[in-house]
């Protein structure tokens, strides 16, 4: 394994609010490696967004970083720099950071396009601000650019402004002015959830292809699990703003051993089950609002233990690659098997796909 570009340490962050103090995130561990995709997985408000706007600096004026480090290792004049992100001023984000060497794709492709201004422009803009280029290096840079992306007639779609293009079409534009100055660190925070399936796959195909020929490290969001399967090399599932399981994708689609990971896994379509009684974990996550005691997830878990109320589980490890915070990994815990459905698909998942899922996943 690569040394971690970015290493994000015991990251606590809340926001004040009219409602009191939200712990959106409640100590954070999380290491990208080069070259590599870290999925981060977990329901709607899990802390998923406000951990990578914590990378970007770009939270809201209400927050408090209560903790952390997140320490980015770069390259600067061929000397290694090591630099806490969470000590430069927002300034030097802006000049030094931010979409020069780590770049983030959001959901809504219009969050990163000025509808004012043709495609070109927008593509080139940063390449003559952060690396000097010259306009027709840029021009020529941003055709070649959009080509990689898969948009044909790239000469005229320089001409165009966003809203003559589609919503796949954008967002691959997006990914265009993002990878336009070489950053280091792709951050796609749900990128391609509004749009449709066929779409979805091209720009994960899309991508992979680039990771593959620039070695660029990516941080990817999305609560869908299939879209986990096909992306990412590791995979982080949080919940109540604590990582409580981390693994390779096998990790954790073969041998998951938080309860909350198996409710996930069990609550994902796929093609050999029957979706209409597909699982739903029952309640809802806690109010992150109050002080939440023991493993966050205990109310909705009908195994927890007793401890599982009282104390908070640390993180325990599995294996080398493998790390989960449920007490159910301590060593006097009772046994308690993951839920005999999950159980039976991921064998027959293991069965049928096997051989040909071991070796698309080794592809690298
Ligand atoms: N600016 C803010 N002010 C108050 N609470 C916030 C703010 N931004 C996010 N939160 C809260 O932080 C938690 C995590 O949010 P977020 O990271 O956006 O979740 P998700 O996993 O869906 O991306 C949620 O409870 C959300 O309500
Ligand atoms: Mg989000």
């Not at 290491?31 to 939270?59: F, N, P, W, Y």
């Not at 806490?84 to 020069?100: H, T």
């Not at 010259?134 to 165009?160: F, N, W, Y």
């Amino acid at each position: 394994m690569s040394e971690p570009v970015l290493s994000i340490r015991d990251l606590s962050i809340s926001f004040q609010t009219s409602n009191g103090m939200v712990n959106a995130i409640r100590g954070v561990d999380l290491d990208l490696h080069k070259g590599e995709t870290v999925a981060i997985v977990g329901e709607s408000g899990s802390g998923k967004s406000v951990t990578v706007k914590a990378i970007m600096r770009i939270l809201s004026s209400n927050q408090m970083i209560n903790s952390g480090t997140i320490q980015f290792k770069y390259e600067r004049e061929n000397e290694k720099v090591s630099q806490d992100l969470l000590q430069l001023s927002k300034k030097e984000m802006r000049n030094r950071i931010n979409g020069k060497r780590i770049a983030m794709v959001f959901q809504d492709p219009m969050t990163s396009l000025n509808p004012t201004m043709t495609i070109g422009k927008q593509i080139m803009e940063g390449m003559i601000i952060h690396l000097n280029m010259s306009k027709s290096a840029a021009r020529a840079r941003a055709l070649e650019l959009l080509r990689l992306v898969g948009i044909t007639d790239p000469e005229k779609r320089m001409k165009s402004y966003p809203h003559q293009l589609s919503g796949g079409m954008r967002q691959r534009v997006v990914i265009a002015i993002m990878l336009a100055c070489n950053p280091e660190v792709l951050i796609c925070d749900e990128p391609t959830t509004a749009l449709d399936v066929t779409i979805q796959a091209k720009i994960l195909e899309l991508i992979k292809e680039i990771q593959k020929k620039t070695q660029i490290s990516v941080i990817y969001i999305t609560h869908d699990l299939g879209v986990v399967a096909k992306v990412a090399d590791y995979v982080a599932v949080m919940y109540a703003g604590k990582i409580v399981e981390k693994g390779t994708v096998n990790d954790i689609f073969y041998d998951p051993r938080h309860p909350y990971t198996w409710g996930l896994l069990s609550s994902m379509p796929d093609i050999g089950t029957d979706n209409e009684k597909l699982y739903t974990i029952p309640g809802s996550p806690p109010n992150l609002l109050h002080k939440i005691e023991g493993d966050a997830f205990a109310p909705r878990n009908a195994n927890a233990l007793n401890i599982d109320f009282k104390q908070e589980p640390p993180m325990f490890k599995v294996s080398d690659t493998h790390y989960a915070a449920t007490w159910l990994l301590h060593e006097n815990a009772p046994k308690i098997p993951m839920p005999e459905n999950l159980r039976h698909r991921i064998d027959r998942i293991v069965k049928e796909a096997g051989s040909a899922w071991q070796e698309h996943r080794s592809y690298k």
